[in-house]
């Protein structure tokens, strides 16, 4: 029974490879959307980012990359102001008064 699992143990993914997690998300997308994923072109492209997000650390230091990380994510995500004056102050009006 061991042998067994051992041959068929997945190799472990390599930098260039694709990762089990990202073959399921490449199955799904084709089952849900009809379509063909091109598994070659797939890994170029991945290879293509991994290379450009390389070359970017490369050509900036630690504090501009955090600057501009920090901007990116406060365009993406919208931060919510609560106001907790106004919500404690309506907060006794809605509860039932106790009897």
Request: glycine letters at 4%; a positive charge; proline letters at 6%.
């Amino acid at each position: 029974m061991i042998r067994r699992i051992i041959r068929k143990r997945r190799p472990a993914p390599t930098l260039a490879g694709i990762s089990l997690e990202e073959e399921l998300a490449l199955i799904r997308v084709e089952l849900m959307y009809g379509l063909r994923v091109n598994r070659e072109a797939y890994l170029r492209r991945k290879a293509e980012e991994r290379d450009e997000l390389a070359s970017r650390m490369r050509e900036q230091d630690a504090a501009a990359m955090l600057a501009s990380l920090r901007g990116s994510l406060e365009r993406a995500v919208r931060p919510t102001v609560v106001d907790l004056q106004s919500r404690r102050q309506a907060r006794p009006a809605q509860d039932p008064e106790p009897a």
